[in-house]
């Protein structure tokens, strides 16, 4: 069993739906859990990032960790063509050198 | 703030030659940098670890001799991969942590290098 499981998709919706994008995950150390956007062709960029258990906001993207469940979601409210990219989930644990553990990556498709 | 280049964007070559990439972090000092490879619809695989001025430090796996990491100054990384094989084709992607940069120690990810050896 990996570390961290993310379907790949693809997932495919129509403008303005909400998207869900979820990673589970083996290990109870991982304190830390962040979420990449990666366009094709480019590197990650840092869409946000959680410590530990609860929500987090940021305009149209929540992130919600349930550490108790080992999984982490997050939420794309009013989809735009444009958040059309590969979603990966990360996460570190609380110590040592926070070299993340990625998932696989879930590809978005937001068609208008 | 917190930009990270990477040059090639895209390289071809023939199989049996070296291929070098330069990592580079433009507005900070990267104490730390990662090398990462990605394949098409997998997730991003930790090569290396480098701390400027020491030697890499490699995962599992990795050759060090022919995946060479030298990370001379806070602000670039090179990795050279030697002797290039089609099986070496990938994205090839940096990412750089400066102290006090980010939160958490944030990685900051490079636009990544295309490989490709014919």
């Known amino acids: 069993q990996k570390e961290v499981e993310q379907d790949p998709g693809p997932l495919s919706v129509p403008e303005g739906a909400i998207v869900s994008l979820n990673c589970t995950y083996s290990?109870?150390?991982?304190?830390?859990f962040m979420w990449y956007r990666q366009y094709s062709r480019k590197g990650p960029e840092l869409l946000m990032y959680t410590y530990s258990s609860g929500n987090k906001e940021d305009g149209r993207f929540t992130a919600q960790v349930d550490k108790s469940s080992k999984y982490i979601s997050l939420f794309i409210r009013d989809s735009q063509p444009s958040d059309s990219a590969t979603y990966l989930c990360a996460m570190t644990g609380a110590g040592g050198s926070y070299i993340p553990t990625f998932g696989r990556g879930t590809s978005l498709i937001v068609h208008p | 703030g917190a930009v990270v280049s990477q040059h090639p964007s895209w390289v071809i070559c023939k199989s049996g030659t070296s291929v070098k990439i330069e990592c580079r972090s433009l507005d900070f000092q990267a104490t730390t940098m990662f090398w990462y490879r990605q394949f098409p619809k997998q997730s991003l695989m930790l090569m290396a670890t480098s701390n400027e001025g020491s030697k890499a430090t490699y995962e599992q796996g990795v050759e060090k001799d022919k995946f060479l990491i030298n990370h001379a100054s806070l602000t670039l990384s090179t990795l050279t991969v030697t002797s290039a094989h089609p099986e070496d084709s990938s994205f090839y992607i940096c990412?750089?942590?400066?102290f006090g940069q980010g939160s958490y120690n944030e990685q900051f990810f490079g636009p990544g290098t295309r490989l490709t050896v014919l």
């Open positions: 990412s750089a942590r400066g």
């Open positions: 290990n109870s150390a991982f304190q830390y």
